[in-house]
């Protein structure tokens, strides 16, 4: 079994759609949102959830940022097509304003 991170992108607006939505379109994407987690709860690794500001650090030093990333979940499945299969019609994107999911596969750390 192979680990995924899954993040849950969005758009510049979606912050400002969110508010816009019905108390029923919030609770049935709560709803389903909930239903997909327990759907999936074999192969869910860590919850994630959403997330907040950004910073960015760099040589830099150290910034306020805005990138298009709105929450993770981390995911177990034998390959990247599997674990990209769970989030068809997921309802980040079905549901609510999101974008879409992109999945990337957890590699071991290299030995030294």
Same mark, same amino acid.
Not at 1 to 8: D, I, N, P
Not at 62 to 86: C, L, Q
Not at 88 to 112: C, M, N, R
């Given at each position: 079994?192979?680990?995924?991170?899954?993040?849950?992108?969005?758009?510049?607006?979606?912050?400002?759609?969110?508010?816009?939505?019905?108390?029923?379109?919030?609770?049935?994407? !709560?709803? /389903?949102?909930? +239903?997909?987690?327990?759907? #999936?709860?074999?192969?869910?690794?860590?919850? @994630?959830?959403?997330?907040?500001?950004?910073?960015?650090?760099?040589?830099?030093?150290?910034?306020?940022?805005?990138?298009?990333?709105?929450?993770?979940?981390?995911?177990?499945?034998?390959? !990247?097509? /599997?674990?990209? +299969?769970?989030?068809?019609? #997921?309802?980040?994107?079905?549901?609510?304003? @999101?974008?879409?999911?992109?999945?990337?596969?957890?590699?071991?750390?290299?030995?030294?």
């Amino acid at each position: 079994m192979k680990t995924f991170l899954a993040l849950y992108m969005g758009s510049p607006n979606m912050a400002a759609a969110i508010p816009d939505l019905s108390d029923e379109t919030k609770s049935a994407g !709560i709803a /389903a949102w909930g +239903a997909w987690m327990r759907q #999936h709860a074999d192969a869910v690794v860590e919850t @994630g959830g959403p997330l907040g500001r950004t910073k960015k650090i760099s040589p830099a030093g150290v910034a306020d940022f805005r990138n298009a990333v709105t929450g993770y979940v981390v995911v177990r499945a034998e390959t !990247i097509d /599997a674990a990209a +299969a769970m989030f068809v019609d #997921h309802p980040h994107f079905a549901i609510f304003p @999101g974008d879409s999911v992109e999945v990337v596969e957890q590699l071991p750390i290299p030995a030294g």
